[in-house]
């Protein structure tokens, strides 16, 4: 039998994707991580013969992909501004919207502290993708990140270590080690849990199946860590401070009205996402309760 090579393997592959109406691209994901080389280097090693042993675990890690499983946890990874986080079953997988929370956090901090050090607490640490990036990318900032989850906090810390990042964990339920510790920070920044219990069935079978719903789902409206949020945060944040959210579809001008309520002089600011949806809200400046 003929020998078949990359490109035949990858029309093959993307074909069964594309008849499952998954994504294609995982084809190249998947091939690219055996081979351990980047896109350009496949795309000069097309015409290269395939080794059949390659191509029975593209068959059968296709066969699982199609099941559910996330092509994330077949390879172990998943990439995040530029850089790679292990991922598991224990925490969120990193998507590229969180990218732009991060874009826009680091753009605050230099509006509002210009260079002066300053404490951030990242909670719902998940695989440190946000905390890791952001001590990485500005450091003037001193990270500390919260989660609840044991196992996410191990994911967390191997992604600090592996990335030479210095971002202390905390294990805890949103604010509370901070409350317990009577400390006050200058930036709070969450991707909480926002997905509606309702829409639980909506989701594709590889989210809902496989990635943790501790992570995913805040109640019934999906805006239940907000709502705690806002009896926590006061006790936590300096006088000047900022504060950033990523939030769901439709919730941005909810969770705006929640923190005008209880930062009535702070200024407060929601930015759209890459694809012109309402993912980002922040709060910024006084941080006082009272008028």
Same mark, same amino acid.
Not at 122 to 142: K, P, Y
Not at 146 to 152: F, L, P, W
Not at 164 to 192: H, T, W, Y
């Given at each position: ?8 393997? +990858? ?10 109406? +998954? ?32 191509? =029975?675990?593209? #068959?059968?890690? =296709? ?50 502290? /210009? ?25 003037? +900032? ?11 906090? %191990? ?26 510790? #009577? ?19 909506? =989701? ?35 006088? *000047? ?29 929601? /930015? *759209?996402?890459?694809?012109? #949806? ?11 309760? %009272? #008028?």
């Amino acid at each position: 039998m003929e020998q078949k090579t990359i490109q035949e393997a +990858l029309r093959w592959a993307s074909s069964f994707l594309a008849e499952r109406e +998954l994504e294609q691209p995982v084809a190249e994901w998947l091939i690219r991580h055996y081979l351990q080389i980047n896109r350009t280097q496949l795309l000069l090693m097309l015409q290269d013969p395939i080794e059949e042993v390659i191509l =029975l675990r593209l #068959k059968e890690d =296709l066969n699982r992909h199609a099941d559910g499983v996330p092509v994330q946890h077949i390879i172990g990874y998943e990439e995040f501004y530029g850089r790679r986080f292990q991922v598991n079953e224990h925490v969120l997988i990193p998507r590229p919207e969180t990218e732009e929370l991060v874009v826009a956090v680091l753009e605050f901090k230099k509006h509002l502290f /210009k260079k002066e050090p300053v404490q951030l607490v990242d909670v719902g640490a998940g695989s440190g993708a946000i905390s890791i990036t952001l001590a990485l990318e500005d450091e003037t +900032l001193d990270v500390q990140a919260i989660d609840i989850s044991i196992e996410a906090l %191990t994911v967390a810390k191997k992604n600090a270590q592996q990335l030479k990042a210095e971002v202390g964990f905390k294990r805890g339920d949103l604010l509370q080690p901070l409350i317990d510790a #009577k400390v006050k920070v200058d930036m709070i920044v969450s991707n909480p849990p926002y997905i509606p219990l309702s829409d639980a069935d909506s =989701l594709a079978i590889h989210v809902r199946e496989h990635e943790p719903h501790l992570a995913l789902f805040g109640g019934e409206d999906g805006l239940d860590l907000y709502r705690r949020f806002m009896k926590e945060l006061p006790l936590c944040l300096k006088e *000047k401070g900022i504060i950033a959210f990523e939030v769901g579809v439709g919730q941005a001008e909810t969770v705006r009205a929640m923190l005008v309520e209880t930062f009535p002089i702070a200024k407060t600011e929601i /930015k *759209k996402d890459i694809n012109g #949806k309402e993912r980002m809200v922040f709060a910024y400046g006084n941080m006082n309760v %009272t #008028k």
